[in-house]
């Protein structure tokens, strides 16, 4: 069944979501001509997302080079883990953060009271998203998908040896040392020797790491943290496609 758009002015303001400047993108090849992206709404609608959230995530994974077992996983943050890529999951996302970071992840969709569906994002502006449905893809206003969303997602992202929680202050042992060689390569410094602990100057370097991305600034490396780094330095890892409407 399709979905009814709401009466203007309908549904939670999110200003915050529109940010073209948040949203800007580099060029990369394109994605597909317009018309080859219908929208979502008003027809066919939500029925076409998924409900089965660990099916939308096993989609995911291969894209990070892993792939589902026969049969599927059961708990596929949890079988990812030992290749060394955990899951960021949050309910208080927002379009600037899921643009800044910059790769496909799930989104959680619930329309009214009705159960949650899952969908892919693929690509991202100032004026609508490209979602996932399997094998298709499907336009989507910002403007509805504000209604829809409320800031669930879930992405992959590689962490570095020794991570198995966020490094908060005081915190000492291999990611620390990683986190350490990684911010001094980034300032062209010499890397430090193993044994660091996020206090002192390390903290420094952090905040002012957090502050120069526009990353919460509370001393903690945790994921967004991580996800920076691995973009500036150039890990190879998937990216959003740019929407061919922008170019």
């Not at 010499?190 to 903290?203: C, I, N, R, W």
């Not at 991305?213 to 990216?239: C, K, W, Y």
Request: aromatic fraction near 4%; charge should be positive.
């Amino acid at each position: 069944a399709g979905l009814a758009l709401p009466a203007s002015g309908a549904g939670p303001s999110r200003p915050d979501r529109a940010s073209s400047a948040a949203l800007a993108k580099g060029p990369e090849p394109m994605l597909a001509r317009p018309a080859e992206v219908p929208p979502l709404l008003p027809n066919p609608g939500l029925a076409v997302l998924s409900r089965d959230e660990q099916a939308v995530l096993g989609e995911l994974a291969p894209l990070w080079g892993w792939q589902t077992p026969p049969g599927g996983a059961s708990d596929l943050c949890q079988a990812t883990r030992a290749e060394g890529l955990h899951c960021f999951r949050t309910s208080r996302g927002t379009l600037a953060q899921l643009a800044q970071l910059d790769r496909p992840s799930m989104l959680v969709l619930r329309a009214e009271q009705g159960p949650p569906q899952y969908a892919r994002l693929v690509s991202i502006n100032a004026r609508r998203v490209v979602l996932a449905a399997g094998p298709l893809n499907y336009s989507l206003p910002v403007e509805m998908l504000a209604i829809l969303w409320r800031g669930e997602f879930t992405t992959l992202w590689r962490a570095p040896d020794g991570y198995s929680q966020l490094l908060e202050p005081g915190a000492r042992g291999v990611a620390v040392d990683v986190l350490a060689r990684r911010l001094a390569s980034l300032r062209n410094e010499p890397l430090p020797p193993s044994g660091q602990v996020l206090a002192g100057a390390l903290a420094a370097r952090l905040s002012a790491f957090q502050v120069a991305n526009g990353l919460m600034t509370d001393g903690i490396a945790g994921p967004t943290v991580f996800v920076q780094l691995n973009r500036l330095q150039g890990m190879s890892e998937p990216h959003l496609r740019p929407d061919p409407v922008e170019r």
